[in-house]
DNA sequence: GCAAAAGTGTTTGAGGTACACCCATGC
DNA sequence: GCATGGGTGTACCTCAAACACTTTTGC
């Protein structure tokens, strides 16, 4: 007990949301919680702030634990701090959210691998604290700041296809879109470009692939 | 020195920037510091978070304290937390924006009554801390967030013209709009209503007066 | 040959933008 | 009577939405 202070202080943690896309779906990164409380629920990765850790840095380091991750977009969806939120002290968490390619997540490569896996947006396990508040908010924070041009550049793998990007797009903005619509605007956004290579996926015409064009 | 922890923890303050609008302009009110650090420079409203308080009930307590205000438009903007923000000790802030219309304010009421002043978004003095970042953050998220909707039921006074309607959805825009259009626009959004009376104003022809609708 | 997804243009309507003059008042 | 801001309508253009058929493959 080495650490006092006049007035009591809270505890500070940062929590990462990740999402990834796979098959069109929107996914996001749970750890399995292997102690007390809420054991066997699953949870964001996360953990404390060192005390002279900027937040940022520390949301870095711990997608940077979690994933192998170091480069991409995280940006801060907000302070969680309800003062009954963790039964151990009080606890204020900063939660980020963080957008990964699929074929750049090594999540394996974490330190609670073992318990590390990716759930659909739309099929979520019971989540502990108010993790589940939180992905809410995350969700609706893609919903309103997300567009395709993110999308295409932040969320996807280095090659997929049209239509994939279309259903990635419909999930996230929970809109329908028309097909030929969805073309027509990204020829004038022009923010991707074929790769020149198909892809087959089943009995049916091959379809192109393309990636986002590296413009900045 | 009668709370102690195995780890160091930060602190944890809610500041909050409290915007309103008068006779067009874009204003946030300032509070003057008396002690050190960055004594004499101005700051936004703030104070330690109680343990067992929440971090929006904090932003209220603040709001009300400053402000006698205790209703209307609050919302986290996010928390800053740099290493070295505060001398004093590590401190992390949650910043709340505030609007309230100007003939609710009563910032005389609060207990740094002598030194609470506000200061046009285009002419702010010297900020202690990181709060000119902060500020800068905020206003950007006014010109992301803030519709002219918004502005109406949230920030004007009772009674206001359509002029200083548009002036102040110029400042938080940051774009200029033609006279017709905006009252078009307006008849469109169904908004506001004018409330019979009119102002007048200096040598010209007296302005109608308008209040927004109660359409929750 | 048939099931299954890929790919491809045109028409229409809504909403945003550009633009100029008369009105009521104080001095 | 003149300076000052208040108040009003039309034409055009851009962009989003609706809409159907042919192509390529696996079985």
């Known amino acids: ?18 999402f990834t896309v796979d098959n069109g779906a929107l996914e996001v990164l749970l750890i399995k919680r292997g102690e007390w409380p809420h054991t066997g629920k699953w949870a964001l990765p996360g953990g404390f702030v060192e005390i002279d850790e900027s937040l940022k840095r520390a949301a870095w380091r711990e997608l940077r634990e979690e994933t192998g991750v170091h480069a991409g977009y995280l940006e801060q969806l ?16 900063v939660v980020y959210i963080a957008l990964v390619p699929l074929d750049r997540l090594r999540f394996e490569a974490g330190s609670d691998a073992a318990d590390a896996q990716l759930f659909a947006i739309s099929e979520l396990p019971e989540l ?12 609706e924070r893609l919903r309103d700041k997300l567009d395709v041009a993110d999308i295409a550049t932040q969320l996807m793998p280095a ?24 073309r027509k ?12 290579e198909n892809r087959q996926g089943g009995p049916h015409r091959p379809a192109r692939l393309y990636r986002a064009t590296r413009s900045i």
């Open 128 to 139: 502990a604290f108010d993790h589940a508040k939180i992905l809410r908010r995350a969700r």
């Open 159 to 182: 090659q997929f296809t049209l239509t994939e990007l279309q259903r990635t797009h419909e999930t996230i903005s929970g809109t329908e879109s028309d097909k030929r619509n969805f």
């Open 78 to 93: 907000g302070a969680f701090g309800h003062p009954d939120r963790d039964p151990r002290e009080r606890v204020i968490t």
């Open 1 to 18: 007990m080495a650490y006092s202070y006049e007035y009591p202080h809270p505890a500070v943690t940062v929590d990462v949301a990740v």
């Open 185 to 196: 605007k990204l020829k004038t956004l022009e923010i991707v470009e074929p790769t020149g």
